[in-house]
């Protein structure tokens, strides 16, 4: 997590949103993720405003 804060402030990026076609559960289409060290968020698997834009993606 240090380094993705890192990464983010060298760059102006506040959060990041990562998925993958790829799951753990063979019912579920993409596993997505969010992460915003900026904000002292390590993990919130559950942020609506952000995957609200994963339709376009399928």
């Known amino acids: 997590m ?6 983010g ?10 998925t993958a076609r ?3 559960d063979p019912d579920a289409l993409i596993s997505s993720r ?3 060290p900026h904000y002292g968020i ?3 698997p ?3 405003s ?4 994963l339709p376009v993606w399928l």
């Open 2 to 7: 240090e380094r993705l804060g890192r990464f």
């Open 9 to 18: 402030e060298e760059r102006g990026i506040r959060g990041f949103c990562l």
């Open 22 to 24: 790829e799951t753990v």
């Open 34 to 36: 969010f992460f915003a």
């Open 46 to 48: 559950v942020t609506g």
């Open 50 to 53: 952000v995957h609200a834009a």
């Open 42 to 44: 390590p993990e919130d």
